[in-house]
């Protein structure tokens, strides 16, 4: 048993090394092709200037691939971003706490209402309507039961991985979801989002994945409100089925 499981491991490193590799010369090539056009460019754009003017193009500044054919979305977090201010927006809490969502959502969100956010690494930037506390999601720094409305967007499936310098933890993702239902206040309200798929899996040492089923559960006692959930381009109310991302709206029972 514990040859077959070595073997396996190796094997799923073997395959997971193949695919950096050819990640990586893929996207050398496409470096190479927009290097390419950038020299032909250069020298057409030079030409076209009137011979007593060399310094309109004496100063290079190279975009290398931003000439693609359609808008570079990452559909997931477009859908999640959206899916959580417009929810959020819905209910206009008086205040709000994120811990570890993307900022560009955390600092447009604050425009409408106040803001804290909470993360391990510093935000080296500042809005009059967001605050930032540095701190981990399995420690918060809050009361229980204080915070009204709080979201956590493709956080929890990283905790305990080493990804971001976290220490490791095999039961980091229940002890990061059970942190944060215990900071929210009875009747308060949760925006939840992790990686689904068909069963329970980790990919060590990027993110785990959970099965629809698992994740409502480790979200009791909350009634979820509404879910979403995205697989690529598409999105669901309902679980599709193999990989996805799953977004929660749960409300913490009132104290009575």
Request: some cysteine; proline content about 7%.
């Amino acid at each position: 048993m514990a040859v077959r499981t070595v073997t396996r491991g190796s094997r799923f490193v073997a395959r997971a090394a193949i695919r950096g590799f050819c990640r990586s010369a893929r996207n050398a090539r496409i470096a190479g092709v927009g290097w390419l056009r950038f020299w032909r460019c250069y020298w057409a754009y030079y030409r076209m200037l009137p011979s007593g003017l060399p310094s309109e193009a004496d100063r290079l500044f190279p975009c290398i691939g931003d000439d693609t054919t359609s808008t570079p979305v990452d559909a997931p977090y477009f859908y999640q971003d959206a899916w959580a201010f417009g929810a959020i927006l819905r209910e206009r809490p008086l205040w709000h706490v994120d811990v570890g969502s993307d900022h560009k959502y955390v600092g447009l969100l604050s425009q409408v209402m106040p803001v804290t956010m909470v993360d391990l690494r510093p935000l080296p930037v500042s809005l009059r309507e967001l605050s930032f506390v540095q701190g981990t999601i399995l420690d918060l720094p809050f009361d229980a039961g204080t915070v009204p409305s709080l979201s956590c967007l493709c956080v929890v499936e990283h905790i305990g991985l080493g990804r971001y310098g976290d220490p490791l933890q095999p039961d980091g993702t229940e002890r990061a979801i059970a942190e944060l239902l215990r900071v929210v206040q009875p009747g308060g309200h949760l925006y939840l989002s992790a990686p689904v798929d068909d069963c329970n899996r980790t990919y060590f040492n990027a993110h785990r994945a959970f099965t629809d089923a698992y994740l409502r559960r480790r979200l009791e006692p909350c009634s979820i409100i509404s879910a979403l959930y995205i697989y690529g381009r598409r999105t669901s109310e309902q679980p599709m089925g193999g990989f996805g991302t799953a977004c929660y709206h749960a409300q913490k029972p009132d104290a009575g």
